[in-house]
């Protein structure tokens, strides 16, 4: 199994709070990525990275921000959280990005549940 | 925008089947296609990634067709076991191959009975 760990793994806020998810991985990937998973929508891009300090939006991106400041951190954060953030977040990371046909396999995280009351 | 339809989107079948998933997708501009398998409270797990420029890969008992043309994916599972009950999601990639061009489908529940 490739080496990510989510924190939390579980998790009940208050909406209007700041929230932040960690995503810690062993394996000196460089491309690191967020998605959430709803009922009726799958799965879904939040934010991606593509190196320290390199990041950028995905699909899904109002109310949220990421940081990375080392290899091996991307920190998801709900700036003020809201009902319609109440979701499975998943962190995921890939090898290459767009790849020569090679180590374009993305490996995900084991998910943070995060209720937001 | 690329939009992923699987069917069917629930199936229960007894022990040794054989069973094939599908997969659409309405972009054909795709630079490559991967199935997971996503367990009840886990993340997902890639299966088989399936180049553009491929008809298919094969893993095990698992086999997954690529048809870029016409849109369509299958993941064929042979001799099916109690262990392959999971939720089978497909995923083509749009753009340059990167993970962040990956529209997920909203997956097919499989449930094996022994």
């Known amino acids: 199994d490739a080496g990510i760990t989510q924190s939390p793994r579980h998790k009940v806020t208050e909406t209007g709070t700041p929230v932040t998810l960690r995503c810690h991985q062993t394996e000196n990937h460089r491309y690191m990525y967020w998605y959430r998973q709803d009922p009726g929508h799958g799965l879904r891009l939040i934010h991606y990275?593509?190196?320290?300090?390199?990041?950028d939006k995905g699909e899904v991106s109002d109310g949220y921000s990421v940081s990375r400041s080392k290899t091996e951190d991307f920190l998801l954060t709900l700036e003020s959280a809201t009902s319609s953030q109440t979701s499975v977040y998943f962190c995921?990371?890939?090898?290459?990005?767009?790849?020569?046909?090679?180590?374009?396999?993305?490996?995900f995280g084991e998910g943070s549940w995060l209720t937001v009351v | 925008k690329q939009e992923v339809t699987q069917i069917p989107a629930a199936l229960s079948v007894p022990e040794g089947e054989n069973l094939v998933l599908n997969c659409s997708f309405t972009d054909s501009a795709i630079y490559n296609l991967q199935w997971f398998r996503q367990d009840p409270g886990k993340g997902l797990t890639s299966l088989l990634l399936i180049q553009s420029s491929q008809r298919e890969q094969t893993s095990g008992r698992l086999n997954a067709s690529l048809d870029k043309s016409s849109g369509r994916s299958t993941l064929y599972i042979a001799a099916s076991q109690p262990g392959d009950s999971a939720t089978y999601l497909c995923?083509?990639?749009?753009?340059?191959?990167?993970?962040?061009?990956?529209?997920f489908g909203k997956g097919t529940h499989l449930i094996i009975q022994p």
């Open positions: 995921a990371i890939s090898e290459s990005y767009r790849g020569q046909g090679l180590g374009n396999t993305i490996y």
């Open positions: 995923a083509p990639s749009d753009s340059g191959g990167g993970a962040d061009g990956l529209t």
């Open positions: 990275s593509y190196g320290v300090k390199d990041t």
